[in-house]
T-cell receptor
Framework: GDSVTQMEGPVTLSEEAFLTINCTYTATGYPSLFWYVQYPGEGLQLLLKATKADDKGSNKGFEATYRKETTSFHLEKGSVQVSDSAVYFCALSDLPGTYKYIFGTGTRLKVLA | DTGVSQNPRHKITKRGQNVTFRCDPISEHNRLYWYRQTLGQGPEFLTYFQNEAQLEKSRLLSDRFSAERPKGSFSTLEIQRTEQGDSAMYLC?????????????FGNGTRLTVT
């Protein structure tokens, strides 16, 4: 069935390090892809999205490219900050026959000063 | 845009009791979703409304769960005869109707603890 797989965390990095969080998906049709972020004590917020193959979503220094050939949507940031410490969720939607959004299990990022 | 509002923030109840949660979506959004999230997991889909019509329900939503959205505005999620396994964060989200790629806007959730 349709699903999202994320790399397990926690991911611990030093400030200014390069970040990659892997996300791959299994889906019928041509889903839209999202990254959401959940800061401590807060609700999920949209970070970025892409709606078709080769689209690049970007926001707050984060980027992810919709790769249809590898069914992936990896999240990257060139230089992380302590304030980026959060849980990151990959998600997809716009599947045939359903309105639901499917989320991965989340990857916790901890950035050390 | 005041965001999605959920009440209460926390609910502690004894096993066997009924509980009801409320969600007020962003006013111009006609799509409303309920999700459940347990520790260390991503949100799991429960049900979806378009205006007042409940168009999709997950198999996770047992007969003890019921959701309504009268008049297509706020929504309620009721759990009858609660069980300890119902303990989780219940999330509400809304989005505008549109073509592909409409993101969900989440509330801060209602944390349910069943003792």
């Amino acid at each position: 069935g349709d699903s999202v797989t994320q790399m397990e965390g926690p991911v611990t990095l030093s400030e200014e390090a390069f970040l990659t969080i892997n996300c791959t998906y299994t889906a019928t049709g041509y889903p839209s892809l999202f990254w959401y972020v959940q800061y401590p004590g807060e609700g999920l917020q949209l970070l970025l999205k892409a709606t078709k193959a080769d689209d690049k979503g970007s926001n707050k220094g984060f980027e992810a490219t919709y790769r249809k050939e590898t069914t992936s949507f990896h999240l990257e940031k060139g230089s992380v900050q302590v304030s980026d410490s959060a849980v990151y969720f990959c998600a997809l939607s716009d599947l045939p026959g359903t309105y639901k959004y499917i989320f991965g299990t989340g990857t916790r990022l901890k950035v050390l000063a | 845009d005041t965001g999605v509002s959920q009440n209460p923030r926390h609910k502690i109840t004894k096993r066997g009791q009924n509980v009801t949660f409320r969600c007020d979506p962003i006013s111009e959004h006609n799509r409303l979703y309920w999700y459940r999230q347990t520790l260390g997991q991503g949100p799991e889909f429960l049900t979806y409304f378009q205006n007042e019509a409940q168009l999709e329900k997950s198999r996770l939503l047992s007969d003890r769960f019921s959701a309504e959205r009268p008049k297509g505005s706020f929504s309620t999620l009721e759990i009858q005869r609660t069980e300890q396994g119902d303990s989780a964060m219940y999330l509400c989200a809304s989005s505008p109707k549109g073509t592909g790629g409409s993101p969900l806007h989440f509330g801060n959730g209602t944390r349910l603890t069943v003792t």
